[in-house]
């Protein structure tokens, strides 16, 4: 996933390397090659923008396991509440649940089968 920089630098640099090879190719020229500073340059692009979507999707599915699991001890702790703790216990139980619910939603956008 490209920031909007990325994004527009790449559509720059992608338009520059056109440019160029149809200016090779009006002079009647056939061994056009990319310059490498701007490959060079899309490479890098590419590559940061992938490191950085293999930490943010390892975080958001690290914050799911979390999540999940505090709503597993919150399920557990409804499960043995009595009286008035029983209100206290169902709250935190539907708070784990948002929680879960927004972690997944996070989550989703990285999933590769979603």
Known sequence: MYTPGEKLRLAWLTAKA??????YARQGQDDWQPNPRIEREMDC??????KRWER??????????EAEDELT???????????????AARRRRNDAK???RRARAAARRYDPHA
Do not use: Q, Y
Not at 18 to 23: E, P, Q, R, V
Not at 56 to 65: D, Q, R
Not at 73 to 87: M, S, V
């Open 56 to 65: 943010e999707s390892s975080a958001a599915f690290a914050k799911l396991a």
């Open 18 to 23: 056109a440019k160029s090879a149809i200016l």
């Open 73 to 87: 001890a919150a399920k557990a702790d409804l499960r043995a509440a009595k009286g008035p703790e029983k209100t």
């Open 45 to 50: 692009i590419t590559d940061r923008a992938e």
């Open 98 to 100: 948002d929680k879960v």
